[in-house]
């Protein structure tokens, strides 16, 4: 389950606040705390958004985070960054 959300007063490249999914809980929030474990950089638009998890032991594959963020991107057009 994916939670989807910005980053309060941080700017993406395309000028608006930069998105966020966060990953882990099943219920809806309205504000979280976390640890940033990977990028979905799209590779046709400059808005790419990033992977949190509530803490940094926390780990998921490429595979866990694509099947979380597919309800809003699309395979094949994106790349998971990593540390």
């Known amino acids: 389950m994916a939670n989807y959300g910005y980053v309060p007063a941080t700017l993406a490249p395309d000028g ?12 809806p929030m309205t ?3 976390g640890t940033c474990i990977a990028i979905v950089h ?3 638009d400059d808005d790419d958004k990033l ?3 509530p803490g940094p032991a926390t ?6 985070i694509a099947a979380a963020v597919e309800f809003q991107e699309t395979a094949g057009h994106y790349t998971v960054i990593r540390h």
């Open 31 to 33: 504000s979280a705390h």
């Open 51 to 53: 992977v949190v998890v």
């Open 16 to 27: 608006e606040e930069l998105d966020a999914y966060y990953l882990g809980p099943s219920e």
């Open 59 to 64: 780990t998921l594959d490429d595979a866990a």
């Open 42 to 44: 799209r590779l046709h």
